[in-house]
């Protein structure tokens, strides 16, 4: 066999160093490590030799930011700037510029991908969903203690400070995340934020700045949005419209309330408070004067008292009540809630709290505040929509690839998606997707046993239409969801180590604009697919693989929740439920201990760790896998088979799936052609539309008509 030889010349803005990162080659299904090998530099050409290889997946890359898409070769060739291949040496630079149709066979569409289409295809990514705080500490000089949920060890000192992880060690660990085969990683809201317990970033203050106990001098946002690219890795930036904190927005709009460091407990006095860093009282102990907030919007009484009497003793009127602070067990809403009768009009709802039966009603639903620390916005009013727009503008002009949007049956569609467009028309080709938490299929008026109306369900905003009854009313809103429906049903199945039920709901895709661009998931911070819904996943770990299975071959684009793939935090509740539960109880535990240099090493040989390596080495070679709708779905419980066809064929997968044991799976209806099993490497010919093959318990067959054979090294599951 000959050896594969690449050769690039590289565009004259590129750093001198290129390297070449590459995978799934055939036969042996190698890769490397990003970013790569250096080329060498030969006769004005950048070279590479793959030795004993027949094709290869790769990307040229300058260390500095700068790549070319995914490419696939499968004979040697010359690869020019302007996105061709060549069989023979260009001539010169003006030959290389033009298409040199005489020396060149045409290439397959989707090879060089972001250069044939211009734009980007999410579809092609896949998902690593982190905490920022909780994932890996780079600065211990950031770091903060949230008021509420502070961890005490047994000598009384406070430990584990909820804001931990932060840009510089996110950065640092960029690379285990490229490692484990994520392309792609969604961050908690970084934007300035207020409240007792707000390390998640969901109750923002000020959308114009970036936390600082997120960043360091040398690891800014921009910092890490750069990092991120220079390995290939995108950026998706978890954005709140529906609510701010309890606070109101610095510099916007002021909400009233005293002072906290004038707060003191009934039955105390002041300067008594004994809670960790909070001592003498329960201001911000990391400002000097111990003020929870900055607003210049503020009256001058505020401001006046915010610059001074940082221990809260200098009497205090307040000019709501007349009453004289500090007195012990004065009003404690007053410090740290809001008058829902009070609030400015131009930037929030009238309506008050959301109780109890307001959770399937549309109006209360998304205008009444989600609870004390989530205020509703007038989402619908000019002032909001121009504020959080450009401010967002402005993160997407510093690299941000994608944006993942809370909470949205909170905020009306056709008033939601205005926020959707105006970004889209900012930064075309920009990624969207939405989080409508549903537990059940969420079909709304269509049935499945849902107790709440269509226009509240993830479908719907997906959709144009206004038929709460016809889906297909309206087309593609270009606005996805996380697939909570899917998502739901875990619960009854692959909790139990059973697909039983999943072809039932992935039958009903056809109620969103675009199934092939829902966001998958086993579980994340909020939810797991327990009985209750609230907890890491807890059952065996087959149970996990399997589902990885399924989720790296059905339609949608896979997220993992940061830890799932050595198991982290396995059974604990995805939240502080109980009065008394601190941060490292729950699924939100500080994961860094697992990444550090000593630990590192264990957890990248986790069975988990290498099963999702594997499964996202297979899924970035094969373009079905990634954007095809499903096709002939069989579902039978221990098992789930279905046709992948991309582009007609273009590019095309069968694929089988068994939970517990190992099966026979025959499916008809086939291209006829020969097929290759990416995970055991089998040689199938389908004739007469019938391909059966066998695979072993708990894991996959995913037989490529044409394909590249076997990718990646077997492991506990997939074998
Ligand atoms: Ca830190
Ligand atoms: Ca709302």
Known sequence: ???????????????????????????????????????????????????????????????????????????????????????????????????????????????????????????????????????????????????????????????????????????????????????????????????????????????????????????????????????????????????????????????????????????????????????????????????????????????????????????????????????????????????????????????????????????????????????????EREKVKDYIIGSINRYLDMGVDALRIDTVKHIERDNLLEYVNAWKAHKPGLFVFGENLVKGYGWGDLGGGDNGPSQIRPWWYTRLGHDPRDPTSGGDSGFPQLDFGLFSTFRDNLSRGSFEGIGRVLEMDWIYGNATELVTFLQNHDVGPDNDFRFRFKGEQWMAAAAYNLLWTVRGIPCLYFGEEIEFMKGAPQDVIGNDDTLDTTGRAYFGDHIDDAHIATTQDHPLYRHLRRLNRIRRAIPALQKAPMSQLAEWGSGLSFVRDWNQGESYAVVGLTIGGGQDISVSGVRDGIYRDAVTGDEITAQGGNLSFHVKGNSAGIYVLEGPGKIGEDGVYLR
């Not at 709140?240 to 510099?251: A, D, E, F, K, M």
């Open 1 to 379: 066999m000959a050896d594969l030889i690449v050769r690039f010349k590289k565009p004259t803005t590129w750093a001198n160093s290129v390297h070449i990162h590459y995978w799934n080659t055939h036969p042996h299904g190698q890769g490397s490590i990003w970013p790569g090998v250096p080329m060498e530099q030969v006769d004005g050409w950048l070279i590479h030799r793959f030795a004993g290889v027949e094709a290869a997946s790769f990307v040229f890359n300058d260390l500095q930011g700068r790549q070319s898409g995914d490419l696939h070769r499968d004979r040697s060739g010359w690869y020019t700037e302007d996105g061709h291949w060549h069989d023979q040496q260009p001539r010169s630079a003006a030959t290389a510029s033009a298409p040199a149709r005489s020396s060149t066979r045409p290439e397959a569409a989707p090879r060089i991908k972001t250069e044939a289409s211009g734009r980007p295809d999410f579809r092609e990514e896949t998902i690593y969903f982190l905490l920022t705080t909780r994932f890996y500490d780079g600065d211990p000089s950031n770091n903060f203690f949230c008021r509420d949920r502070i961890r005490f060890d047994a000598a009384g000192k406070a430990t584990d400070p909820h804001w931990r992880g932060d840009f510089k060690g996110l950065i640092r660990r960029l690379d285990y995340i490229r490692d484990l085969g994520f392309t792609a990683i969604w961050i908690t809201p970084p934007i300035e934020n207020r409240s007792g317990l707000d390390y998640h970033g969901y109750h923002g203050y000020d959308w114009t700045r970036i936390d600082p106990r997120l960043e360091s001098p040398d690891a800014t946002y921009q910092d890490l949005i750069n990092e991120a690219h220079a390995r290939g890795i995108k950026i998706i930036q978890d954005v709140v419209i529906n609510h701010s904190c309890q606070y109101g927005i610095r510099g916007k709009v002021w909400i009233d309330h005293l002072p906290i460091k004038y707060y003191v407990p009934q039955g105390s006095e002041q300067g008594r408070v004994d809670h960790g860093p909070y001592q003498g009282n329960l201001g911000n102990y990391a400002w000097p004067n111990r003020d929870d907030i900055d607003n210049p919007l503020a009256p001058d009484w505020y401001r006046e008292r915010h610059a001074r009497d940082p221990e809260g003793v200098e009497p205090l009127t307040d000019p709501k009540t007349g009453e004289i602070l500090p007195k012990p067990g004065y009003e404690p809403g007053r410090f740290f809630g809001i008058d829902a009768n009070t609030l400015d009009p131009a930037w929030y709802h009238q309506d008050g709290f959301i109780c109890g039966g307001d959770w399937e009603s549309i109006y209360p639903l998304q205008h009444k505040h989600l609870a004390g620390d989530c205020i509703d916005l007038a989402t």
